[in-house]
């Protein structure tokens, strides 16, 4: 696997690679450390805001045997 060191970029390069990201990929980003975690949020106030909506079903069938 090919690494890329984003958070060595200097601060308009690592801004204009974050701002090519989607939300998804920003996320991603920013679990891989507290580092990054920081780096996104702080980039994440200076581009448009977004928001999702995470809904999951668990949905479990079970036989009634008398």
Known sequence: M?????????LVAMEHVLC???PFELIDVS???SRAKRVVKSFSR???N???ILI????R???VEE
Do not use: E, G, W
């Open 50 to 52: 977004f928001s999702f």
């Open 31 to 33: 679990l891989a450390s």
């Open 46 to 48: 200076t581009k448009s």
């Open 56 to 59: 999951t079903f668990n949905i």
């Open 20 to 22: 090519m990201m989607s």
């Open 2 to 10: 090919v690494t890329f060191p984003l958070l060595q970029l200097p």
């Open 61 to 63: 069938f079970h036989s």
